[in-house]
């Protein structure tokens, strides 16, 4: 891409203020993801409509799938369809699991405003130097920058570990010193994708540690905290997926609970990928079941949407406690 773009010019704002307003207030900013148009409608919809601020949030991989210049003409369109359902919405463009200095360049040059650099397969010397090197690219140009401590199993686009690594407290405080991040994600229990957890019949899933957040607060009191891989994998989407035709056995997520208690913290930021891709692809299933002989993707999606909004106003009113903070 040529032409660099500020991402001011697409109406867009950074994390930074809406970080401190939710550490101050108890509550998270949602970070969904998105690949398409009807994704990305739906989270400006729900968010406009319960007057949430919002980080839509792409990955490498749909960053790819969707192409760089149209995403960002989306992303600007996003700011505009808010502003015609009578909302000043603060919308973030988020690169979401970065891993390379080149790409995060890349995002930041084409209209990103925050972007995530995840060196945590690296060395913890490595990490800190890949991570150094993406902030004194980001925050002259006034993007903001998360880290990533720990690691977080499942499989999410190209992202995939087998185990969990929690994150040690004891290098939270020398990470965010020497690296210079604005926010840092942390690993407490979450992972990544539908099946987050191998569960016996009738067990539950593990609790968070929420001992390790407790720890890690104490070292950077106030310091924005993310949480990845926070779907609950809602038990609804999956019946329905299976009901027509799926095969999602063991699919299983975080409690709405847990991530409740996880808002009130020092955690201003939770993503949920999963939860969305759940919700589309039950409708889908379920209408085309249906209307056999209906073929207008606009029918089927259309009905994928609606529900990805109903799902977005409730993790914003009953969840996260975003709701009327914009």
């Known amino acids: 891409m040529s032409k660099t773009v500020d991402y001011k010019e697409l109406g867009l704002v950074n994390s930074r203020d809406l970080f401190r307003k939710a550490v101050a207030g108890g509550y998270a900013i949602p970070a969904y993801n998105f690949n398409n148009l009807e994704q990305l409608q739906a989270i400006i919809i729900a968010c406009a409509e319960t007057r949430s601020p919002v980080i839509v949030q792409v990955s490498k991989g749909a960053r790819n799938y969707a192409n760089a210049t149209m995403l960002r003409y989306m992303a600007m369109g996003a700011v505009e369809m808010a502003r015609e359902m009578g909302v000043e919405l603060p919308i973030v463009l988020h690169l979401d699991h970065g891993d390379s200095f080149e790409l995060c360049k890349s995002c930041i040059d084409s209209g990103f405003s925050s972007v995530m650099i995840d060196g945590s397969h690296l060395s913890y010397a490595e990490n800190v130097a890949?991570?150094?090197?993406?902030?004194?690219?980001?925050?002259?140009?006034?993007?903001?920058?998360?880290?990533?401590?720990?690691?977080?199993?499942?499989?999410?686009?190209?992202?995939?570990a087998e185990e969990s690594t929690y994150t040690q407290p004891e290098e939270v405080q020398d990470f965010v010193e020497k690296t210079g991040v604005d926010s840092l994600a942390i690993s407490i229990g979450t992972s990544h994708g539908a099946f987050k957890f191998k569960l016996k019949?009738?067990?539950?899933?593990?609790?968070l540690r929420f001992d390790i957040l407790a720890e890690i607060e104490k070292r950077i009191p106030g310091?924005?905290?993310?949480?990845?891989?926070?779907?609950?994998?809602?038990?609804?989407?999956?019946e329905?997926?299976?009901?027509?035709?799926?095969?999602?056995?063991?699919?299983?997520?975080?409690?709405?609970?847990?991530?409740?208690?996880?808002?009130?913290?020092?955690?201003?930021?939770?993503?949920?990928?999963?939860?969305?891709?759940?919700?589309?692809?039950?409708?889908?299933?379920?209408?085309?079941?249906?209307?056999?002989?209906?073929?207008?993707?606009?029918?089927?999606?259309?009905?994928?949407?609606?529900?990805?909004?109903?799902?977005?106003?409730?993790?914003?009113?009953?969840?996260?406690?975003?709701?009327?903070?914009?």
Request: with cysteine; proline share 5%.
């Open 130 to 160: 890949l991570t150094r090197r993406v902030v004194e690219y980001a925050h002259p140009r006034d993007v903001t920058v998360e880290g990533e401590l720990g690691v977080l199993a499942g499989i999410e686009d190209e992202v995939v």
């Open 223 to 238: 310091f924005p905290i993310v949480l990845h891989g926070a779907s609950s994998v809602v038990p609804a989407y999956v």
């Open 201 to 207: 019949e009738g067990e539950s899933a593990p609790p």
């Open 240 to 326: 329905l997926i299976n009901q027509y035709g799926g095969q999602l056995d063991g699919a299983v997520g975080v409690s709405e609970d847990q991530l409740r208690r996880a808002a009130k913290s020092a955690v201003c930021k939770i993503n949920i990928d999963s939860d969305g891709r759940l919700a589309m692809t039950a409708k889908v299933r379920e209408f085309l079941t249906n209307n056999p002989a209906e073929f207008d993707p606009r029918k089927y999606l259309g009905a994928a949407r609606s529900e990805l909004v109903e799902l977005i106003k409730h993790k914003n009113e009953a969840v996260l406690g975003s709701a009327q903070k914009a």
